[in-house]
């Protein structure tokens, strides 16, 4: 059968989707593969139609599926494998509709498919891909236009695509060549996509932002564990210089992967003790940039991240090192944990945790003696001793709920004070930085020894959920205290008022429980647990195709298939091998029919012969329809023998 023009316009338009997507992807074979997939439909469309059969498409699913499992990440970017992987299904698809057109495939399908097939492969893609991509979509339109259609709407459509495929172009252009902003844009860009306040060197006030912010409500954490703390911990600084509070000078250690959890790094701090089975793994979800610490509660002994070779620890209790924007991690705690103290770490106190620089040393003073904390020298007897830590925190917290007061601002404090706590202590009002500077100097004014911490504190917790949420005006600064040689959490911040900060609405934690069990499905897809299987399979695919035995059989059954077909079309030919008396039978009554019919008698469509033969017998003359007759009669007598 001769192939019409839009016939081949279609096939040619398959052939260019298959090969532009393999050119894009990088799998040019796969892609001439089924290029030749197209022609052979094309060139076999006078032969029988196969059934559509849905299984097929379903089917095809699982391996597209654990080819998509097993592909490389990406660092810092999109997989391109999200978009190819996805194209070559649909270019699977638009084969098989096409495949079994008229019996249950359509060419609609055909059509959105290899279309959706041509435009994803245009990621990423070359020039010699754009071009290809243009010439496959003209191809559509040709093939699959309408009769009869003005040539000036061909015309306006092509105009309108070019005209938005140049805007496309231009401004990714332009955006790339004037990617320096400033202003409004870049502090609402810091804002959104950075948690201010953590940072190896900080500055007092710095959390400001997360509470002065359009952007206050904003998720930072989620933190999937129904026990999540209380106080989760980001940086734990050491000394106060200049109104600003910095790290130890040098991590106690430097961590190196222990093993992998799938993707992950494993850091721990004792060898194995992660692996033990009174240490749970928690799951720690964020979008924001935290300056490379990982959050983590005081009793973790280890955690675990991606795209980091070693990290480092600090004796406070801190991992940090973990580079710029981290979006997940896990850390390791014991089931069981004391809820007051701090676990035994690396750090059980010294001189920094008491030291006050000069410039603050005469508002300490005055501050300690306006408040009357006592004193050592005070007490009557050794008995008493151990209650002068706890005396000195009741006489701190108190004073700051009796005579202060939360407030977002700290009034009359101007941008780049030299001495903000004096402002603080004056105006009696601030947030929680204020209050926790203030109560580090002034223990260890008192010869406690004490250290400034920062972090997120008081989760939001909902009925429902496997997880608790940390947002933005969550973030937080406390006190640790060392008292009979444990580090003890201690908040001297005033009870803020329930009023300073914008609730969310009842939409808004709806949505909120969508987005975490999605986050939560696609972490269990891609980098669940359940990945190792996928390693053990692709492991042993490997050493399987690696071993020459298995070519081997697969050829030895290869020629097993092929010889058993060819002995069943050998059989199928012998078997329906006519007779030589049958075709002489139809030889005969094809002359007689013949010779009967230049008298004009001739067999009715659907008349039997013994029918013709009844018909015909007393209207016949002439020798020649007498033998004609009598063949009919012959034939007779030898078809029902």
């Known amino acids: ?308 070779d070693s990290l480092d620890f600090y004796k406070t209790g801190i991992f940090t090192g973990s580079g710029g924007k981290q979006g997940d991690w896990y850390y390791y705690v014991k089931d069981s944990v004391s809820e007051l103290g701090l676990r035994d770490s690396y750090d059980s106190g010294d001189s920094a945790y008491l030291q006050i620089s000069r410039t603050h040393q005469v508002l300490v003073d005055s501050i300690a003696t306006t408040m009357q904390l006592p004193h050592r020298d005070s007490l009557r007897d050794s008995l008493s001793d151990g209650f002068y830590e706890r005396d000195n925190l009741s006489a701190i917290r108190n004073y700051f709920v009796q005579n202060f007061k939360y407030s977002l601002v700290v009034p009359g404090l101007q941008r780049g004070s030299r001495e903000p706590l004096r402002t603080f202590w004056n105006a009696k009002e601030g947030f929680c930085e204020y209050y926790a500077t203030l109560a580090v100097l002034l223990l260890r004014h008192q010869g406690i020894q004490a250290r400034y911490v920062t972090g997120f504190a008081h989760p939001e917790r909902l009925d429902g959920r496997d997880y608790v949420v940390f947002r933005r005006y969550h973030s937080h600064a406390w006190v640790e205290v060392l008292w009979n040689g444990r580090w003890y959490s201690y908040d001297p911040t005033p009870p803020m008022r329930s009023d300073l900060f914008r609730q969310s609405s009842y939409f808004q934690i709806k949505w909120e429980g969508v987005k975490g069990r999605v986050a939560r499905i696609f972490h269990m897809l891609k980098e669940g647990e359940w990945r190792r299987v996928v390693d053990d399979w692709q492991s042993m695919t490997l050493s399987v195709l690696n071993n020459p035995w298995i070519y081997g059989l697969l050829l030895v059954l290869l020629l097993a298939i092929l010889g058993r077909k060819l002995r069943k079309r050998i059989k199928k030919r012998i078997s329906v091998k006519p007779d030589r008396r049958v075709l002489e039978w139809a030889r005969s009554l094809d002359r007689a029919e013949r010779a009967l019919k230049r008298q004009g008698l001739v067999r009715q469509p659907g008349e039997t012969v013994g029918a013709f033969l009844a018909r015909i017998e007393n209207i016949t003359n002439g020798r020649e329809s007498a033998n004609a007759v009598e063949a009919l009669r012959e034939y007779e007598k030898r078809r029902w023998r």
Do not use: C
Request: aromatic letters at 18%; charged letters at 15%; hydrophobic letters at 50%.
């Open 1 to 308: 059968m001769r192939k019409s023009l839009r016939e081949i316009f279609r096939t040619l338009f398959l052939v260019l989707a298959s090969v532009n997507l393999g050119i894009s992807s990088d799998m040019i074979p796969l892609g001439i593969l089924f290029a030749l997939g197209f022609v052979y439909l094309h060139w076999s469309l006078d032969k029988p139609v196969p059934l559509y059969k849905k299984r097929y498409a379903y089917g095809a699913i699982i391996p597209f599926a654990l080819w998509w499992v097993v592909t490389p990440e990406v660092e810092n970017g999109i997989s391109p494998y999200m978009v190819f992987i996805p194209a070559w299904y649909l270019l699977f698809l638009a084969w098989l509709q096409k495949r079994s057109l008229g019996r249950g495939g359509f060419e609609t399908f055909v059509i959105f498919d290899g279309v959706a097939a041509l435009l994803l492969g245009l990621f990423q893609a070359g020039r010699e891909g754009v071009v290809i991509g243009a010439a496959g979509l003209l191809l559509a339109i040709l093939a699959y236009r309408r009769p009869h259609t003005a040539w000036y709407k061909y015309l306006l459509f092509i105009l309108l695509l070019s005209f938005f495929g140049l805007t496309s172009f231009g401004g990714w252009q332009y955006w790339k060549s004037h990617r320096h902003y400033g202003g409004t844009w870049a502090r609402d860009y810091m804002e959104r996509n950075r948690v201010m306040g953590f940072d190896p060197v900080v500055s007092l006030g710095s959390f400001s932002d997360n509470y002065s912010s359009k952007y206050n409500s904003q998720v930072v954490l989620r933190v999937w564990d129904k026990n999540a703390p209380e106080y989760l911990r980001a940086a734990v600084y050491e000394k106060y210089v200049g109104n600003i509070w910095k790290l130890p000078a040098k991590p106690a250690q430097k961590l190196y992967p222990a093993y992998y959890r799938i993707d992950y790094p494993v850091f721990e701090l004792t060898n194995s003790v992660t692996r033990q089975e009174n240490i749970r793994s928690v799951w720690v979800q964020s979008a924001l940039d935290n300056f490379g610490f990982l959050f983590a509660p005081f009793d973790a002994v280890g955690v675990a991240v991606k795209n980091a």
